[in-house]
């Protein structure tokens, strides 16, 4: 399977500010997807991102608090965009994989906490 | 949109005893059914999934049996181990229509008791 990687693995923020999450993945893959998985709670997903289109947001998030970017096939960012303490979660990407392409694997997450 | 409900919400069992979360979803268009196993601080690892058109799937001490006219699927874990001890989430997604996103249940805290 392929070989998932986040940056930064955590980070502590100040409240106004925005933060740039980096998923890098080993090989091409057509769809990621990017998660929210606040203190003690399951996983939501916060988008779907294809290469070469915009991605497409789930009920509650939009673009300019959550700014995605797919510039290529192994390549995806997600920006926090003006953060408060609610913002305070684990964020994962995600891709297809397996032999019929429909089981998501998780990165490793990142773990924001805002001030 | 999908709903997928899940319970219990913790789980204790006694080292060696068997396990069971069950979990239900409302799509009936959904087709593909993953369990994750999510230690703390990890990612969710896939342990076991089962697609609609069949109707139970074991993997050693795992196995996950689906309902479809019910819209209901459970995990069951046999001779349970410390090792077992995480939160175990359920998901429901339709595959092959270009809509792959999961809806994830609302996870189930499972502790052995050595």
């Known amino acids: 399977s392929a070989v998932i990687s986040q940056k930064p693995s955590r980070d502590i923020c100040q409240r106004g500010t925005s933060l740039t999450i980096q998923c890098q993945v080993d090989?091409?893959?057509?769809?990621m997807f990017w998660y929210r998985q606040q203190p003690g709670q399951s996983l939501t997903l916060i988008a779907t991102?294809?290469?070469?289109?915009?991605?497409?947001?789930e009920s509650g998030f939009v673009i300019d608090k959550f700014p995605i970017s797919r510039p290529n096939l192994t390549f995806s960012t997600l920006t926090v965009s003006n953060m408060s303490p609610e913002d305070s979660s684990i964020y994962l990407c995600?891709?297809?994989?397996?032999?019929?392409?429909?089981?998501?694997?998780f990165g490793p997450g990142t773990r924001l906490l805002v001030l | 949109g999908e709903n997928v409900e899940q319970h219990p919400s913790t789980l204790s069992v006694q080292e060696g005893d068997s396990a069971v979360i069950k979990c239900t979803y409302s799509?009936?268009?959904?087709?593909?059914f993953p369990w994750y196993k999510q230690e703390l601080g990890k990612r969710p690892q896939l342990i076991i999934d089962i697609r609609s058109n069949v109707g139970e799937k074991k993997d050693q001490r795992i196995a996950v049996t689906l309902n479809k006219t019910a819209k209901h699927f459970s995990l069951h874990i046999t001779e349970t181990q410390p090792e077992d001890s995480a939160v175990y989430f359920c998901?429901?997604?339709?595959?092959?229509?270009?809509?792959?996103?999961?809806?994830f249940g609302t996870g189930t805290r499972l502790t052995i008791i050595p």
């Open positions: 799509d009936s268009a959904s087709n593909y």
């Open positions: 998901a429901a997604s339709k595959t092959n229509f270009g809509n792959e996103k999961l809806t």
């Open positions: 995600s891709l297809l994989g397996g032999a019929t392409a429909e089981t998501q694997y």
């Open positions: 991102a294809n290469q070469g289109s915009e991605a497409t947001y």
């Open positions: 090989s091409q893959v057509t769809m």
